[in-house]
Antibody, heavy 116, light 107 residues
Framework: QVQLQESGPGLVKPSGTLSLTCAVSGGSISSSNWWNWVRQTPGKGLEWIGEIFHGGNTNYNPSLKSRVTISVDKSMNQFSLELTSVTAADTAVYFC?????????WGQGTLVTVSS | DIQMTQSPSSLSASVGDRVTITCRASQSVSSSLNWYQQKPGKAPKVLIYAASSLQSGVPSRFSGSGSGTDFTLTISSLQPEDFATYYCQQSYRTPFTFGGGTRVEIK
């Protein structure tokens, strides 16, 4: 059974960088799946941030592209999200998810608050 | 971006009712349409993928139909555990986009 687990700071200062990691267990990140980041806010609902393949290919949401980097660490079987120049609008629950038959496996989500 | 519009945004129903939720895409997404269920404090769970394929382990009372721009999620007989929020999502083209959600409440 594939499991995903997000980790990272729950509080980030405005203009700072949000950094999260998603650890994958029960399966290999080098499988034929894309690995995704999704966030959820009460105001904007579910928003897809971007995805990465184990070879390093990425796709990003154009609305965030200038601030987002998604990377993969095959040795650690995990992938990561960096979002720069954050504002209060980036406060959200961040999920990692596997792309398969839809997004078929999700982490439990982690709340990141942007505040001084 | 492809816009996904769900209706209704909320509904009240009783156990045993047949429930239908619709999702419309701003352009054709072929059959690349997925449905999720989300309960408070939890991650979304995929119910239907590729418009009409039932995800393994999901009860058969859930079904999906449609192609192109118009899609439907049907719950044939609503059960107590089905009270949740439902989202559609297109996986046809990046950026992948979600509908605004349909909250199913107890009447």
């Amino acid at each position: 059974q594939v499991q995903l687990q997000e980790s990272g700071p729950g509080l980030v200062k405005p203009s700072g960088t949000l950094s999260l990691t998603c650890a994958v267990s029960g399966g290999s990140i080098s499988s034929s799946n894309w690995w995704n980041w999704v966030r959820q806010t009460p105001g904007k609902g579910l928003e897809w941030i971007g995805e990465i393949f184990h070879g390093g290919n990425t796709n990003y949401n154009p609305s965030l592209k200038s601030r987002v980097t998604i990377s993969v660490d095959k040795s650690m079987n995990q992938f990561s999200l960096e979002l720069t120049s954050v504002t209060a609008a980036d406060t959200a629950v961040y999920f990692c998810a596997r792309g398969g038959r839809g997004f078929d496996y999700w982490g439990q989500g982690t709340l990141v608050t942007v505040s001084s | 971006d492809i816009q996904m519009t769900q209706s209704p945004s909320s509904l009240s129903a009783s156990v045993g009712d047949r429930v239908t939720i619709t999702c419309r895409a701003s352009q054709s997404v072929s059959s690349s349409l997925n449905w999720y269920q989300q309960k408070p404090g939890k991650a979304p769970k995929v119910l239907i993928y590729a418009a009409s394929s039932l995800q393994s382990g999901v009860p058969s009372r859930f079904s999906g139909s449609g192609s192109g721009t118009d899609f439907t999620l049907t719950i044939s007989s609503l059960q107590p555990e089905d009270f949740a929020t439902y989202y559609c999502q297109q996986s046809y083209r990046t950026p992948f986009t979600f509908g605004g959600g349909t909250r199913v409440e107890i009447k």
